[in-house]
């Protein structure tokens, strides 16, 4: 079992590593202004040539069919020492074309002819060049820097991490007390508590958590002045609280009967039964389960995004939209929950272990 959950964690750094490969160099602060610049050119290439109309149709060559081209162009960091010696090529291609358009000349066209092949095989050598192991280990090094180290991204990340456990930690708390309520309603003998109990648990759990947030979020909250931690806490407590329902009810279905009426013949009352009888044994035989449910909460946390809170998720996409890097930030942030679930798995599984050996004793 340990090595199956030893690969696991290689694949996860082996995609987190691939990822990188396909995001080198590609700085956000200086890129906009360089793509803008390229835009013109890029999409002329697209439509493979490029014709002056003022040189009486002498038509440009552009190579438009490298899609290759255009895609590495896109993830040239402009302040890299192969990023400054490109810009240097597109300026003289560029001047050739100025040169062009106020002197329309076969000889003029030749040169912008031969300033882009220049400038389009200067390009590829260099990324061939930066693009092999030693490219790979330097854009591993440039992506962790800039989406964690530079303007201590960590940081944030830490605080998105911090508000994640602080909505779970208050959901499950208040989503296992409703739980309980809420299951002890589904057991009642009285068919008016089942009922609600029982139509309360269909409705949360046919509907998307999203939409019970928004609700919650944007209709029951809407006038009051409450912390969006709270709001969010509220939504997913309800939401988890018809699973966990459920969850202890099927464990206390799972306790014989005969448990029950032994306890009653004893002298106990209902309430003695369940408490020291029913529930102990219900809780072993759920905590499976429960856990389950609870290493899920902590993922389906990542939608408070939608009601603007900073959370893991949120964080990282600000980070990608920052930095304009597509894998890491969100490969960052899903190792950050698999770890997080990982150790709540590690912990149920001991405690699951040391109630199989209290049972044999």
């Given at each position: 079992m340990k090595k199956f959950h030893l690969i696991l964690l290689l694949i996860l750094c082996t995609c987190l590593f691939a990822?990188?490969?396909?995001?080198?160099?590609?700085d956000m602060d200086t890129l906009v202004s360089?793509?803008?610049?390229?835009?013109?050119?890029?999409?002329?290439?697209?439509?493979?040539?490029?014709?002056?109309?003022t040189t009486g149709g002498l038509v440009f060559n552009a190579g438009a069919s490298d899609e290759k081209f255009n895609r590495r162009l896109n993830q040239l960091s402009p302040t890299s020492e192969e990023g400054k010696a490109v810009t240097a090529l597109y300026v003289a291609y560029i001047d050739a074309q100025n040169v062009l358009f106020e002197a329309p000349s076969e000889a003029n066209l030749a040169k912008v002819q031969a300033s882009y092949d220049t400038y389009h095989a200067e390009f590829t050598a260099l990324w061939d060049e930066n693009s092999g192991i030693v490219g790979f280990g330097r854009g591993f090094v440039y992506e962790f820097?800039?989406?964690?180290?530079?303007?201590?991204?960590?940081?944030?990340?830490?605080?998105?991490?911090?508000?994640?456990?602080?909505?779970?930690?208050?959901?499950?708390t208040f989503g296992t007390l409703l739980g309980i309520l809420f299951c002890l309603m589904r057991i009642s003998s009285i068919k008016v508590l089942s009922k609600v109990s029982g139509a309360y648990i269909d409705i949360i759990r046919g509907t998307p958590s999203v939409i019970q947030l928004?609700?919650?979020?944007?209709?029951?909250f809407a006038s009051v002045n409450v912390d969006k931690i709270v709001v969010a806490s509220i939504a997913f407590a309800?939401?988890?609280s018809a699973?966990?329902?459920?969850?202890?009810?099927?464990?206390?279905l799972s306790v014989n009967k005969g448990q029950i009426e032994a306890g009653r013949s004893l002298g106990f009352s209902y309430a003695q039964t369940m408490l020291y009888i029913v529930m102990p044994q219900a809780i072993k035989n759920a905590l499976p389960s429960y856990a389950n449910?609870?290493?899920?909460?902590?993922?389906?946390?990542?939608i408070v995004g939608y009601v603007a809170l900073n959370d893991l998720t949120k964080i990282s996409s600000m980070i990608q939209s920052?930095?304009?890097?597509?894998?890491?930030?969100?490969?960052?942030?899903?190792?950050?929950?698999?770890?997080?679930?990982k150790l709540l798995a590690v912990l149920f599984s001991a405690i699951e272990r040391r109630l199989r050996r209290s049972d044999a004793r």
């Amino acid at each position: 079992m340990k090595k199956f959950h030893l690969i696991l964690l290689l694949i996860l750094c082996t995609c987190l590593f691939a990822g990188c490969k396909t995001v080198q160099r590609k700085d956000m602060d200086t890129l906009v202004s360089l793509q803008t610049q390229f835009a013109s050119d890029i999409a002329a290439r697209e439509s493979a040539v490029i014709e002056f109309e003022t040189t009486g149709g002498l038509v440009f060559n552009a190579g438009a069919s490298d899609e290759k081209f255009n895609r590495r162009l896109n993830q040239l960091s402009p302040t890299s020492e192969e990023g400054k010696a490109v810009t240097a090529l597109y300026v003289a291609y560029i001047d050739a074309q100025n040169v062009l358009f106020e002197a329309p000349s076969e000889a003029n066209l030749a040169k912008v002819q031969a300033s882009y092949d220049t400038y389009h095989a200067e390009f590829t050598a260099l990324w061939d060049e930066n693009s092999g192991i030693v490219g790979f280990g330097r854009g591993f090094v440039y992506e962790f820097n800039r989406n964690l180290i530079a303007e201590n991204r960590w940081q944030a990340l830490l605080e998105g991490l911090l508000v994640t456990l602080e909505v779970t930690a208050l959901s499950i708390t208040f989503g296992t007390l409703l739980g309980i309520l809420f299951c002890l309603m589904r057991i009642s003998s009285i068919k008016v508590l089942s009922k609600v109990s029982g139509a309360y648990i269909d409705i949360i759990r046919g509907t998307p958590s999203v939409i019970q947030l928004l609700i919650i979020y944007y209709g029951v909250f809407a006038s009051v002045n409450v912390d969006k931690i709270v709001v969010a806490s509220i939504a997913f407590a309800v939401n988890s609280s018809a699973y966990i329902a459920e969850i202890i009810r099927a464990g206390i279905l799972s306790v014989n009967k005969g448990q029950i009426e032994a306890g009653r013949s004893l002298g106990f009352s209902y309430a003695q039964t369940m408490l020291y009888i029913v529930m102990p044994q219900a809780i072993k035989n759920a905590l499976p389960s429960y856990a389950n449910e609870f290493i899920t909460l902590i993922k389906e946390t990542a939608i408070v995004g939608y009601v603007a809170l900073n959370d893991l998720t949120k964080i990282s996409s600000m980070i990608q939209s920052r930095t304009f890097s597509p894998w890491f930030p969100l490969l960052s942030a899903a190792l950050v929950y698999f770890v997080i679930t990982k150790l709540l798995a590690v912990l149920f599984s001991a405690i699951e272990r040391r109630l199989r050996r209290s049972d044999a004793r």
